[in-house]
C-alpha cells in the first residue's frame, strides 16, 4: 500500500524531470492489469483527500501541499499514451457521473461510455425549476443504462411534479441499485396535507438489492421506492408540512430487515403516540439515531417501537421533560442490549442522567456531544455510586484548555479505577490535539468529528449532514 500510495502521489503531485522519466521506465513494465489497479487505487484514494479536507479530517502531516483541479481519471490519461490507453480501458474510473448545470454534455457522454458495463454512481443535482434543453439530454444519457446504476443521489431544489427524473423512473426497474437518496427541497402545487400514504412510486418493477434510502423534504411525502429489502433508512423531516402516525407507520410496515434507522424533524404530529398494542416491531434494529425539534418523538419512537437488537441510541437535541414518558413508562428489559449512547446538544439534568443510567443499564460506551453537560456528568461519572459499572469508553467534546475539565476528567478515571470498573480509552474531541496528562492504563485518544454514522459501516455518505 505505500508503494501504490507512493506511486499515485507521484503521478498526482508535481515530480521533477527526472523522476518523472525512471518512473514512466518502472510503470511501464508493469503488466496493464497491475497498473489499472494501481489506478483505482489511486482514485480512490485521491477521492478519500477531497472528502478530508471538505470535512475537516485531514492529519496535518498528511495533508497534500496542493490539489489539482481535474480529477485523478483525467489527470491519468494526461501522462502519456501508455497511460492513456490503460485508464481508458478501466471502466470504474468512469463509473461515477455527476449531472448538474455546471457540467457538459460531452463529459457524461464520455463518461458514460468508457464506463463500459460497470455499476455506475450518479448524483443528480437540479439548482432550477424544471429540466432545461442540457439537463433533458444528459438525464436521456444515463436513463438507458439504469440497470447498472448502483447509487443515486438526487436533489431538486424545486420539483416540477410532471417534468422529472423521478417520473421517468417510477415505473422502471433498477436491478443493481444499492443506494438511493432522494432530497426534493419544494414542490410545485404539492397540495400535501398528509391525506395519507404516499400515492407515488419509484422504481415500480423492483429494486432487489436496495439496502440504503434517504427521503427528505418532499421525497417523504410523495416518492416512495421498495423498502422490502432495505438496511439503513433515513427519513428527513425537513419541512413545516403534517406528517400523520398512519403515514408514518406505512413507510415502515415493510421494513423486516431495517438495521439502521435515522429519524430527524418532527416526524409524527399526533398529540398522543399509539399505544402497546400498535407497536412496529422491528427484529433486526440495531442502532437508532433521532433528532425531534418539538421533543414529542423521542419518547414515541422508543416507546412504540419493539426493537429487542439495538445496540446503539444517539439522541439530538434532547431536552429536560422531553423522555419523562420514557420514564414513567420504565421498562429496562426494552433495552437490556444497548450498549453504546451518543448525545448531541442535549440539556437533561441531573435527575434525567440519573433516570438515563437507570434505564439504559448495560452502556459501555458513551459519547457526549455537548458542552452545557459535559460538566454535570463528569461529576456522577466520578460520584460514590459510580453508574454504568460496565462502562469501558467514554467520548467528550471539550476545550483541551480548561483546566477545569481536564481536572474533572482525571477525577472520573480515577474514581472508576478505584472502584474496580475502570475506563479502557477517553476520546476526546477539540480543534487540537493536546498532550496525555493522565496517569494510569486508561487511554487518551483524540478527535476531531464525531463517528460515522452507521457504526462500523465503511461508505461514507456526503448528504449526512442533519446530526453534525
Known amino acids: 500500500m505505500d508503494v501504490v500510495r507512493d506511486t499515485t502521489r507521484n503521478v498526482r503531485f508535481q515530480v521533477a524531470d527526472n523522476d518523472l522519466r525512471l518512473l514512466r521506465v518502472s510503470v511501464h513494465m508493469m503488466p496493464p492489469e497491475i497498473l489499472s489497479n494501481v489506478f483505482k487505487l489511486g482514485k480512490a484514494m485521491w477521492e478519500d483527500e477531497l472528502e478530508d479536507e471538505a ?20 489527470l491519468a490519461t494526461h501522462i502519456d499514451s501508455h497511460f492513456r490507453k490503460i485508464a481508458l480501458n478501466t471502466h470504474s474510473l468512469w463509473s461515477s457521473i455527476h449531472i448538474e448545470p455546471g457540467n457538459s454534455i460531452s463529459k457524461v457522454a464520455a463518461y458514460t461510455e468508457r464506463s463500459g458495463r460497470h455499476k455506475l454512481d ?12 442540457k439537463i433533458q439530454q444528459m438525464i436521456s444519457l444515463v436513463l438507458p443504462h439504469a440497470f447498472r446504476w448502483r447509487t443515486l443521489y438526487y436533489r431538486s431544489v424545486y420539483q416540477v411534479q410532471d417534468n422529472s427524473l423521478l417520473s421517468y423512473i417510477a415505473d422502471i426497474s433498477a436491478p443493481v441499485l444499492e443506494g438511493l437518496s432522494l432530497n426534493i427541497d419544494e414542490m410545485q402545487n404539492s397540495g400535501l396535507t398528509d391525506a395519507g400514504n404516499p400515492s407515488r ?10 439496502f440504503f434510502v434517504r427521503l427528505r423534504g418532499f421525497a417523504l411525502y410523495s416518492f416512495l421506492p421498495p423498502l ?7 427519513l428527513d423531516q425537513t419541512k413545516s408540512l403534517a406528517l400523520g402516525y398512519s403515514t408514518f407507520r406505512h413507510i415502515l410496515s415493510s421494513l423486516a430487515h431495517l438495521q439502521h434507522l435515522s429519524i430527524y424533524g418532527d416526524m409524527v404530529v399526533d398529540p398522543v403516540w399509539p399505544d402497546a398494542k400498535d407497536v412496529v416491531y422491528f427484529p433486526e434494529l440495531s442502532s437508532m439515531r433521532i433528532c425531534d425539534v418539538c421533543g414529542r418523538a423521542y419518547a414515541g419512537l422508543l ?6 437488537a439495538l445496540t446503539t441510541l444517539a439522541l439530538k437535541g434532547v431536552q429536560e421533560h422531553d423522555l419523562e414518558r420514557l420514564w414513567s413508562a420504565g421498562d429496562p428489559p426494552r433495552f437490556s442490549k444497548l450498549e453504546r449512547l451518543i448525545f448531541w446538544d442535549c440539556g437533561l439534568l441531573e435527575r434525567d442522567w440519573r433516570q438515563v443510567f437507570e434505564l439504559f443499564a448495560s452502556v459501555t460506551d458513551l459519547s457526549l456531544y455537548s458542552s452545557k453537560t459535559t460538566s454535570t456528568m463528569l461529576q456522577l461519572l466520578a460520584g460514590s455510586d459510580l453508574p454504568w459499572p460496565r462502562l469501558k469508553s467514554l467520548s467528550l467534546i471539550i476545550d483541551l484548555e480548561n483546566s477545569e475539565e481536564e481536572i474533572q476528567i482525571g477525577e472520573v478515571i480515577a474514581a472508576r479505577q478505584s472502584g474496580g470498573h475502570p475506563l479502557e480509552v477517553v476520546r476526546l474531541g477539540g480543534n487540537e490535539e493536546g498532550d496525555s496528562y493522565f496517569d494510569g492504563p486508561t487511554r487518551i485518544t483524540y478527535f476531531r468529528n464525531p463517528d460515522r454514522w452507521p457504526p462500523n459501516w465503511e461508505f461514507r455518505d456526503s ?3 442533519l446530526f453534525l
Open 55 to 74: 470535512d475537516g479530517t485531514h492529519d496535518i502531516d498528511d495533508k497534500p501541499d496542493m490539489m489539482p483541479d481535474m480529477p485523478f481519471e483525467i
Open 201 to 210: 412510486s419509484v422504481f415500480g418493477k423492483g429494486a432487489p438489492r436496495l
Open 463 to 465: 448528504d449526512d449532514n
Open 303 to 308: 416507546l412504540g417501537f419493539n426493537t429487542p
Open 122 to 133: 450518479l448524483r443528480i443535482e437540479l439548482l432550477h425549476p424544471g429540466f432545461d434543453a
Open 228 to 234: 422490502s429489502a432495505v438496511r439503513i433508512l433515513h
